[in-house]
């Protein structure tokens, strides 16, 4: 069998960008969510889905001498790979947003593994994945409506459920496992448009979690993947999932919508990616293009069936429309060495520089979110005596469609007896971020955000002018399993 198939959706330091909650009685449901970070592993580029590619690159090794080494290699052995890891989250929103001045801390637990099918059963090619998140600690997980805005607001983790099934599928590989096909409760963001930031609760994606319904992690769904390796760096994937557009309310659990009183609706996806690094060539590069259809029906965020706006109109309906498509576009270069480009060396202080661009064709889309743009330079082992840490800078650009910055506008008015607020459909961040590598099972990952042209998208109704500013957070992992020796230091 190949390597190790599909990762933990916790593990190594970075966070997916998720959802954000408003304020309990003026919440929008359909814009909440969670970010996780990810896990490790040693796979070639075109395996390492999802989350595991949101680790420093390349990790840092782990060294021999842990207290359950021997087991950990005992149950590698036998067929299984165990994952466990902690992680803290902490943001701060001192000078942006409608409600300055705020934080939100949560403490998050994964428990999982991996079992190789072969090992355990003779089925060759076989491995079934699970994951099972606990959230016990949360503080103030209203913190992305008390922002507001999509490059801030957006990545606040709301997870209003203690414990989450976030993986559980059965994944077989085929013709000398250039062929993979899996099906089960998982997040297609494992697996497609998969960041490239550095610290990618920078860089989260808010139409392909709303408007696509890709749902943040830790919400799993229902679904179905197909994947081929024309070469080890060179995948195409196929998939289609049920997207829950009320997720925040799910465990991962359910068969159906559960009682989250959500509507269910099915994201197809297809996707082509090209990925190195640098055992492969000695100046890595990658790429991405993504499509997506989204076969729900979407409220329109303006008009309603009389035409009129749905603000001043709020007994009527909203127009709706069927279904909505986009694409994503995602490459990465790395330009700059200072040994010049000698081979073989796994971890060379560089310069890379990455850039990514998400559209969806729909103006009347729900999610209001019409264009993201990101881009950034990532200086990787700038100091020899630290050689896994990593530095950037990160740009975001956020474009409401006109739709939803009609609808922001009438809201404040409305909300304020008359309030003159013009929203712009623009909003831009530039973010530094750092990964410190302080050993191979801790990471602290710190950021600091400075925003123009924020908006009231997430909290249209508070009356308040969204102020421009800075936002701060700090991610702090501990891959527990790696401390103690139990995943076989792999």
Same mark, same amino acid.
């Given at each position: 069998?190949?390597?190790?198939?599909?990762?933990?959706?916790?593990?190594?330091?970075?966070?997916?960008?998720?959802?954000?909650?408003?304020?309990?009685?003026?919440?929008?449901?359909?814009?909440?969510?969670?970010?996780?970070?990810?896990?490790?592993?040693?796979?070639?580029?075109?395996?390492?889905?999802?989350?595991?590619?949101?680790?420093?690159?390349?990790?840092?090794?782990?060294?021999?001498?842990?207290?359950?080494?021997?087991?950990?290699?005992?149950?590698?052995?036998?067929?299984?790979?165990?994952?466990?890891?902690?992680?803290?989250?902490?943001?701060?929103?001192?000078?942006?947003?409608?409600?300055?001045?705020?934080?939100?801390?949560?403490?998050?637990?994964?428990?999982?593994?991996?079992?190789?099918?072969?090992?355990?059963?003779?089925?060759?090619?076989?491995?079934?994945?699970?994951?099972?998140?606990?959230?016990?600690?949360?503080?103030?997980?209203?913190?992305?409506?008390?922002? !507001? *805005?999509?490059?801030?607001?957006?990545?606040?983790? +709301?997870?209003?459920?203690?414990?989450?099934? %976030?993986? $559980? =599928?059965? &994944?077989?590989?085929?013709?000398?496992?250039?062929?993979?096909?899996?099906?089960?409760?998982?997040?297609?963001?494992?697996?497609?448009?998969?960041?490239?930031?550095?610290?990618?609760?920078?860089?989260?994606?808010?139409?392909?979690?709303?408007?696509?319904?890709?749902?943040?992690?830790?919400?799993?769904?229902?679904?179905?993947?197909?994947?081929?390796?024309?070469?080890?760096?060179?995948?195409?994937?196929?998939?289609?999932?049920?997207?829950?557009?009320?997720?925040?309310?799910?465990?991962?659990?359910?068969?159906?919508? !559960? *009682?989250?009183?959500?509507?269910?609706?099915?994201? +197809?996806?297809?996707?082509?990616?090209?990925? %190195?690094? $640098? =055992?492969? &060539?000695?100046?890595?590069?990658?790429?991405?293009?993504?499509?997506?259809?989204?076969?729900?029906?979407?409220?329109?965020?303006?008009?309603?069936?009389?035409?009129?706006?749905?603000?001043?109109?709020?007994?009527?309906?909203?127009?709706?429309?069927?279904?909505?498509?986009?694409?994503?576009?995602?490459?990465?270069?790395?330009?700059?060495?200072?040994?010049?480009?000698?081979?073989?060396?796994?971890?060379?202080?560089?310069?890379?520089?990455?850039?990514?661009?998400?559209?969806?064709?729909?103006?009347?889309?729900?999610? !209001?979110?019409?264009?993201?743009?990101?881009?950034?330079?990532?200086?990787?082992?700038?100091?020899?005596?630290?050689? $896994?840490?990593?530095?950037?800078?990160?740009?975001?650009?956020?474009?409401?469609?006109?739709?939803?910055?009609?609808?922001?506008?009438?809201?404040?008015?409305?909300?304020?007896?008359?309030?003159?607020?013009?929203?712009?459909?623009?909003?831009?961040?530039?973010?530094?971020?750092?990964?410190?590598?302080?050993?191979?099972?801790?990471?602290?990952?710190?950021?600091?955000?400075?925003?123009?042209?924020?908006?009231?998208?997430?909290?249209?109704?508070?009356?308040?002018?969204?102020?421009?500013?800075?936002?701060?957070?700090?991610?702090?992992?501990?891959?527990?399993?790696?401390?103690?020796?139990?995943?076989?230091?792999?």
């Amino acid at each position: 069998m190949n390597k190790t198939a599909i990762a933990v959706w916790i593990g190594l330091l970075s966070v997916m960008g998720v959802k954000t909650a408003l304020a309990a009685d003026t919440a929008d449901h359909s814009r909440t969510g969670s970010n996780l970070p990810s896990s490790t592993d040693q796979s070639v580029p075109n395996e390492r889905v999802g989350p595991r590619v949101l680790m420093p690159e390349p990790r840092q090794p782990a060294s021999p001498g842990r207290p359950f080494e021997e087991q950990g290699r005992w149950l590698l052995d036998h067929g299984i790979s165990v994952h466990l890891g902690a992680t803290q989250i902490y943001l701060r929103n001192p000078s942006v947003g409608l409600d300055t001045g705020n934080h939100e801390s949560l403490t998050l637990f994964d428990i999982g593994a991996d079992l190789d099918m072969q090992k355990i059963a003779g089925l060759t090619g076989g491995t079934l994945h699970f994951q099972q998140l606990y959230v016990p600690w949360t503080s103030n997980i209203t913190y992305g409506g008390q922002v !507001g *805005d999509v490059i801030v607001g957006k990545p606040g983790p +709301y997870i209003p459920k203690v414990s989450h099934l %976030t993986l $559980f =599928t059965y &994944e077989q590989k085929l013709l000398e496992d250039k062929l993979s096909l899996e099906a089960g409760k998982s997040n297609a963001g494992n697996y497609f448009a998969l960041p490239l930031c550095n610290v990618p609760l920078g860089c989260v994606n808010a139409i392909l979690q709303d408007t696509a319904g890709i749902n943040p992690p830790p919400y799993a769904n229902w679904g179905l993947r197909l994947a081929y390796d024309f070469t080890p760096t060179l995948r195409m994937q196929a998939g289609a999932w049920r997207s829950n557009n009320a997720y925040p309310f799910t465990n991962g659990w359910e068969r159906s919508e !559960g *009682d989250s009183g959500g509507t269910l609706s099915t994201v +197809y996806l297809a996707n082509l990616a090209y990925r %190195t690094d $640098f =055992t492969i &060539e000695p100046y890595p590069r990658s790429f991405e293009v993504m499509g997506f259809y989204n076969n729900g029906e979407q409220p329109d965020p303006y008009y309603t069936v009389n035409g009129t706006s749905k603000v001043q109109d709020s007994s009527a309906a909203a127009r709706t429309s069927k279904g909505v498509s986009g694409f994503y576009l995602g490459a990465k270069q790395t330009f700059w060495r200072a040994d010049g480009g000698q081979p073989g060396v796994p971890n060379p202080t560089a310069l890379s520089a990455y850039t990514s661009l998400t559209h969806t064709f729909d103006a009347d889309t729900a999610n !209001g979110v019409g264009t993201l743009g990101n881009a950034g330079i990532i200086l990787s082992a700038p100091w020899r005596s630290r050689p $896994f840490d990593s530095y950037s800078v990160n740009f975001n650009w956020a474009q409401l469609t006109q739709r939803e910055q009609n609808f922001l506008e009438e809201a404040y008015a409305l909300s304020t007896g008359g309030g003159d607020y013009r929203p712009g459909r623009n909003e831009y961040g530039v973010s530094l971020d750092a990964n410190f590598v302080l050993t191979d099972s801790i990471i602290v990952s710190p950021f600091v955000t400075r925003t123009w042209g924020a908006s009231s998208w997430l909290n249209p109704y508070t009356g308040e002018t969204p102020n421009d500013g800075y936002a701060f957070g700090l991610v702090f992992h501990i891959q527990i399993d790696q401390l103690l020796g139990l995943n076989g230091l792999k």
